[in-house]
C-alpha cells in the first residue's frame, strides 16, 4: 500500500502570493488532516476533512482554506502569503478521523520570502 | 493553541540506557498518541492509550496514562541510535473535535 504522499516537497514563494498544497492519502482512508509545524509554535491542528466535508477548524486566520475531493485527495490553500506562513506543511491520512492512529506524508516546506 | 506540554525538552542518553519523557495536557481527553519524528520529517505514530487505559505497551515502549494528574510518559527501554528523534504527544479533547501537539521531546542517543 502507498503511503501518503504530499506534493510539492519544498517550495518558495514571496509575500502577497498564494499557494497551493496537495496531499494523496492511503488508499481507503476517508479522514485528512492538515498541520502546520514551526520552530515557535510547533504543531498546530488547521483542519480535517472526511468525505468531502470539513468536519473540525484550528485557530488560524480565513487565508487558509482546503478542501476535499471525492476520491480523498485533499488541498490545502494559503492566500496572501505572510512571512509567517513559513512552516512546514504536514497532512495525514486515517479510516476515521484524528482520534485514531494517523499517517503522516512527508510534509511540505514552505518558504515565505 | 497548545495544550501539551512536554518535558524535558531535550534528553541525551547513552546507547543502552532508558528514555523517558512526559506529557502533559489540561482538559479531559478521549485518548492520548505519542508520535516520532526524523529531522523534520512525517510524523511515525508509536502508541494510542485510550482514557480508560493505564498503561500499553508496544515492543521496547511503554506509556502510561494517568488522567487524575492529566499527564502521560513515554519510556523507550534500551535505546539505540535510530531511536534518536523529536516524540511528540497528542491529545483529542472530548469537548472538541481537535488533535492538540506537545511541544516535543528531542532525544539524541550517543552511541
Known amino acids: 500500500k502507498a503511503g501518503v504522499t504530499q506534493t510539492p516537497r519544498y517550495l518558495i514563494k514571496t509575500r502577497g502570493q498564494q499557494v497551493t498544497l496537495s496531499c494523496s492519502p492511503i488508499s481507503g482512508h476517508r479522514s485528512v488532516s492538515w498541520y502546520q509545524q514551526t520552530p515557535g509554535q510547533g504543531l498546530q491542528f488547521l483542519f480535517e476533512y472526511f468525505s468531502e466535508t470539513q468536519r473540525n477548524k484550528g485557530n488560524f486566520p480565513g487565508r487558509f482554506s482546503g478542501r476535499q475531493f471525492s476520491n480523498s485527495r485533499s488541498e490545502m490553500n494559503v492566500s496572501t502569503l505572510e512571512l509567517g506562513d513559513s512552516a512546514l506543511y504536514l497532512c495525514a491520512s486515517s479510516l476515521g478521523g484524528i482520534n485514531e492512529k494517523l499517517f503522516f506524508g512527508s510534509g511540505t516546506q514552505l518558504s515565505v520570502l | 493553541s497548545q495544550q501539551g506540554e512536554e518535558d524535558p525538552q531535550a534528553l541525551s542518553i547513552q546507547e543502552g540506557e532508558n528514555a523517558t519523557m512526559n506529557c502533559s495536557y489540561k482538559t479531559s481527553i478521549n485518548n492520548l498518541q505519542w508520535y516520532r519524528q526524523n529531522s523534520g520529517r512525517g510524523l511515525v505514530h508509536l502508541i494510542l492509550?485510550?482514557?480508560n487505559e493505564r498503561e500499553k505497551h508496544s515492543g521496547r515502549l511503554r506509556v502510561t496514562l494517568d488522567t487524575s494528574k492529566k499527564s502521560s510518559s513515554l519510556l523507550i527501554t534500551a535505546s539505540r541510535a535510530a531511536d534518536t528523534a523529536s516524540y511528540f504527544c497528542a491529545t483529542d479533547e472530548d469537548s472538541n473535535y481537535q488533535l492538540i501537539w506537545g511541544a516535543g521531546t528531542k532525544l539524541i542517543i550517543k552511541p
Open positions: 492509550i485510550r482514557s
